[in-house]
């Protein structure tokens, strides 16, 4: 889902991206004359992990994970986003993956806890072209129920240009921060 949060209608704001575009100038936030406009986005971040229990692979991998990155109930985030890649611990075999298409997930075996590194890269031209993040993916221990933790980012784009703006809006459904709060709260646990 998708958050605009402005000075300006939805209309207004597309009237003004088509403007920029024409004028092919960027809008400065330092001339109080020109318009802001703020798109947010929410991302989750989230994995599920299990215990082989006495299944242990013959590379004494003891656990099944995965991790993902997605939009909020499902939203097409690949209007906006390029690829993820997932920088794994050295450990691995292929330690850097990069997934160029959705799903945006990654599915491992394993047997120790570690920090993923996380690069989600934008269909953007202009910066912001990349953000990282970093996330403990934690296992469960022998006879403990399976893990699915996630957790929220939201991403807010300034002034975004008007070819972003439009990748941005493409897929959107507008939505109060208070109903995707109470989506996030139902739909897993916070990580902490």
Partial sequence: HYFIQSNLSVNDMKEDAVRKKNENTPTSAADPKKRVSKVKVALILGHT?????????????????????????????????????????????????????????????????????????????????????????????????????????????TNPNAEFMNKLIELAVIKLFHYIDSYFDAFCSVAP
């Fill in 49 to 157: 992990a299990s215990h082989r229990g006495s299944k242990i692979t013959s590379d004494d991998y003891t656990h099944d994970w995965s991790f993902y990155v997605r939009g909020v109930e499902g939203t097409k985030i690949h209007s906006y986003i390029e690829r993820v890649i997932f920088k794994l611990h050295e450990s691995f075999s292929n330690p850097n993956q990069v997934i160029t298409k959705p799903p945006f997930e990654i599915q491992e075996q394993g047997y120790g806890t570690f920090i993923l590194e996380v690069e989600v890269r934008f269909r953007n031209k202009r910066e912001p072209k990349s953000i990282t993040y970093k996330y403990d993916l934690v296992l469960p221990a022998e006879g403990v129920a399976p893990i699915k933790r996630c957790r929220k980012e939201i991403l807010t784009f």
